[in-house]
């Protein structure tokens, strides 16, 4: 049976060979403990502390990074940022309401810790409007959370003007940026942001969190006080070589990946021509394709074409049930929302995966 064409970069990522290829060692030789004093210990220390590095590189100098399991749970970490500052009168938190649950319902569980939350609203191109956001921040405010790029419809926020209204209230910038690490330039007055080895490029089950260094974040996990005191925890020196590798060729093919993904999402604009494009248009990752057509039926079309993984919307949502929160906020009626799919693009598709796949999901979506 042929391979399936996978069009669903979103969710995940294949594991550069690259990646494979410098986390063996770490799986099969050296199995030292990193956080142990003798020589095996101290060389998977040192292998963790390179990787560190590699992850931190396209952030502020004025940082550092912690890992974690996941993305989600750098968030987690990341959130309890607001206690100290709840103590000094600040009680408010304001997520854009087309955050990656991750962050929305992270921020909603504060809630039960005194916190005013706000789903603060963005315009039909998903994009937020600065003069409203800059009204809604106040002395109060805690913490402002926006990503990156948007791991739904690929709209890529202005996250340097976002923090500069944040600060002048004196609140944080929390910056999700898992879809645009290694894609999409990392502003540098953020205050922490969150980033997933498995989307791009590297292993599942690691993650990263990336904070300014003058802000104290309390653990989650208490033990052994790994990981600066505040992830305790032994770390797998093989996931954080893979992590710090994946980073690593991030950013080395930055132009040529960017180049490639640019090929690939113009002839994929063409062949998908008589459909609507979800989200502004010019202020996106190009990785990222999503797209409606009236009157389909898309949980029908997935099922029709399994030739082509690709994706009704969020993975991590997928099992809810619950309509896309990111096209119903901006504005979609939910006959659109389950007309929409993602086709995510990556460093290994080539123009012929797009041609294949548009001709394979174009027939099915006129057939029904």
Known sequence: MTEPIYLDNQATTPLAPEVFEAMVPWLRDNYGNPHSTHVFGRKAAAAVEIAREQVAAPFPDAGHVLFTGTATEAINLAMGAVLELQEQGRNKIIVLATEHAAVRDT????????????????????????DALAAAIDRKTALVGAMLVNNEIGVIQPIEAIAELAHAKGALMLCDAV?????????????????????????????????????????????????????????SPALCVGMGSAASLCILRAQQDAEHIEALAMHAKRLFSDWTINGDETQRYRGNLNIRRE??????LVSDVREVAFSAGSACASGSGRPSHVLTAIGLKPAQVKSSIRLGFGRYNSLQDIEMAAKLIN??????
């Open 179 to 235: 879809q645009g690490y290694g894609r999409v330039e990392i502003p540098g007055n953020i205050d922490m942001a969150a980033v997933s080895a498995h989307k791009i490029y590297g292993p599942k089950g690691i993650g990263a969190l990336w904070v300014r260094d003058d802000i104290d974040i309390p653990p989650l996990v208490h033990g052994g006080g790994q990981e600066h005191g505040v992830r305790s925890g032994t770390l």
């Open 295 to 300: 009157g389909l039926d898309v949980a029908r």
């Open 107 to 130: 921020a909603i569980a504060c809630e039960r810790k005194g916190f005013d939350v706000l789903l603060h609203p963005v315009e039909s191109d998903g994009l937020i409007d600065l």
């Open 363 to 368: 027939r099915a979506a006129e057939a029904q």
